[in-house]
């Protein structure tokens, strides 16, 4: 049975739950923290709201090289060997500021065990140490090199699933992007980005109705914006204001409470008139970030299967 708030907006008792002690935390603003106090804050909150990492047979560091050094991977398997296949290419969120192997990693694990496939995911460098087009530089990097190396990844890759939540669910775009552009040694086969940020729009309504009370708020979203200092408009930033016509079948998923939500529906809508092959989901009466929040919001868990459910439909009929 979902609640409604004050403005009518439905919400679930276990996600209303979460908010009103994360509202009553008293935590502060995000802009008062240095980069590294806010990495920290991000890894712990993980650590207790998050679903414990599915024991696999293969969980291994991988090292990509990258033009500005090398790029750590981490490759997750339910299967010691496989034949010839698709692999998912994560990138993980946390607002180009925030996140790391570490912080995604249980949600990695499920995709790997759910999906049976092999996962590796990618720890481009952050901002501010690192502003943009850095993450984009390093995630475009890993994505060919993945392609074109077999021995170093004990699998054989013949497609390419970008995949990633909020600033990894823009990065999954943008390489995706840049793969159509200038083809890598293997396709892009489907892409998979969970709420991302796909527009530098001012106006759009979810970010009035949801930018307080709702976890991601304003300020957080100011602060990681100025960390990144994208260039307005560059559709390696924001890849809305890229071209579509040759985007793969695509799962894309936003959150009903979600600042960012109407970024992540536009992107839809203009993959919709382009032609695309979309799965579109939205999970009303939940947030920004629940596929990291499976154990605090156990709801969420059963979005994450329905997610992954869309993906293995593609997969198996294209």
Request: with cysteine; aromatic share 8%.
């Amino acid at each position: 049975m979902a609640d409604e708030t004050a403005t009518g907006v439905t919400i679930r008792p276990d996600v209303k739950g979460f908010l009103d002690y994360l509202n009553a935390a008293g935590t502060p603003p995000m802009s008062t923290l240095t980069p590294a106090m806010a990495r920290q804050g991000f890894l712990m909150m993980s650590s207790v709201a998050e679903r414990a990492p599915l024991d696999l047979p293969v969980i291994r560091d991988l090292v990509a090289p990258g033009a500005a050094g090398d790029i750590a991977l981490r490759l997750y398997d339910s299967r010691d060997t496989r034949a010839p296949g698709p692999a998912v290419v994560f990138f993980h969120g946390g607002g180009f500021v925030i996140g790391d192997l570490a912080t995604h990693q249980a949600f990695c694990t499920e995709i790997a065990s759910a999906l049976d496939l092999p996962v590796i995911a990618v720890d481009y460098r952050l901002a501010p140490e690192h502003p943009f087009p850095a993450a984009p530089d390093d995630c475009e990097a890993a994505a060919r090199w993945i392609a074109t190396s077999p021995d170093a990844i004990g699998r054989t890759i013949t497609g390419l699933i970008p995949m990633g939540d909020s600033a990894g669910g823009n990065l999954a775009i943008v390489v995706t992007q840049a793969v159509g552009a200038r083809p890598a040694a293997v396709p892009v086969i489907l892409q998979v980005p969970l709420y991302p940020l796909t527009d530098d729009r001012p106006d759009h309504a979810s970010h009035r109705q949801f930018c307080e009370g709702f976890m991601l708020n304003a300020d957080s979203m100011a602060w990681f914006a100025r960390c990144y200092a994208a260039t307005p408009g560059d559709p390696r930033a924001y890849p809305l204001y890229n071209d579509h016509a040759h985007t793969p079948p695509t799962v894309l998923v936003t959150a009903g409470l979600d600042p960012i939500r109407d970024s992540g529906r536009v992107y839809g809508a203009e993959l919709v008139l382009a032609g695309v092959n979309v799965t579109f989901l939205e999970f009303a009466g939940t947030i920004h970030g629940f596929a990291q929040l499976r154990k605090a919001i156990p709801s969420t868990h059963d979005d994450c299967l329905t997610i992954f459910a869309a993906i293995r439909r593609h997969l198996e009929h294209g």
